[in-house]
């Protein structure tokens, strides 16, 4: 398990060095669930907007993390060695990947 958490916290310091990673997973839904909390722009079958809106909210939030992780995190990981560090990770190859 020692090897997971390490993993782990090293992933999650690599997020939080990435400004753009930030804004898509946690900013851009945060704007659109109080944009669209606060303001009429659309109807809702629920009494509650927010209930109707979270559900596309989260998906789009796990789209456009999932594109990050594809586009614009290659380049930063290519810049910190990623594939140097892949073959020295503590996890194994294997675990790793699952």
Do not use: N
Not at 2 to 19: C, H, S
Not at 50 to 58: E, K, R, S
Request: glycine letters at 8%; one cysteine or more.
């Amino acid at each position: 398990m020692k090897p997971w958490w390490a993993q782990t916290r090293a992933e999650i310091e690599m997020t939080l060095r990435r400004g753009e990673t930030l804004l898509l997973t946690i900013g851009i839904p945060v704007l659109l669930l109080v944009f669209f909390s606060i303001s009429k722009v659309t109807t809702s079958p629920t009494p509650h907007r927010v209930d109707f809106i979270a559900p596309g909210v989260l998906a789009l939030c796990i789209m456009s993390t999932s594109l990050v992780a594809l586009s614009i995190s290659t380049g930063f990981e290519r810049s910190y060695g990623v594939l140097r560090r892949l073959h020295v990770t503590p996890l194994g190859t294997r675990r790793l990947i699952g």
